[in-house]
């Protein structure tokens, strides 16, 4: 199922409006709306937090839903440079959005270094 079709039934089944669920989760209606629509892309893990709290579903589950896990690493002991999924899982929970922005601006920096041939 798509993931703002997802959101949507979770909402619903909670008796939410949009208003009320982005007064819960600190996010605006608009973007809750867009993302129900399939306009905008599941939100970041912070965001899914917060979700996962004001509907009263598991956090992972809205990670599974949103796509930023699968079976595969669920089920698989999967090291990521020396830290396993468990731990990334922990960790990546906890990051806010303007951290994700962070994270993608490093990841990004270093894509562009490898392929100049830098090897860090």
């Known amino acids: ?5 997802f959101l949507r ?3 619903k089944d909670k008796q939410l409006s949009l208003i ?17 629509r399939g306009l905008r892309n599941p939100p970041s893990p912070a965001v899914l937090r917060r979700l996962a709290q004001a509907l009263d579903v ?3 589950q809205l990670m599974e839903q949103a796509g ?3 079976n595969t690493l669920r089920e698989d002991p999967v090291w990521y440079g020396g830290i396993n999924h468990q731990q990334w899982q922990e960790a990546v929970s906890t990051l806010s959005d303007e ?3 962070d994270v993608w601006a490093l ?9 100049q ?4």
């Open 58 to 60: 598991s956090y992972e």
């Open 117 to 120: 041939g830098h090897s860090s």
């Open 20 to 36: 009320d669920l982005a007064k819960r989760t600190a996010t605006s209606s608009s973007y809750l709306s867009r993302i129900e």
């Open 107 to 115: 990841i990004q920096n270093k894509v562009a270094r490898r392929k």
């Open 9 to 11: 039934k979770q909402r």
């Open 99 to 101: 951290d994700w922005t």
């Open 1 to 5: 199922m798509q993931f703002g079709k």
């Open 68 to 70: 930023y896990l699968n």
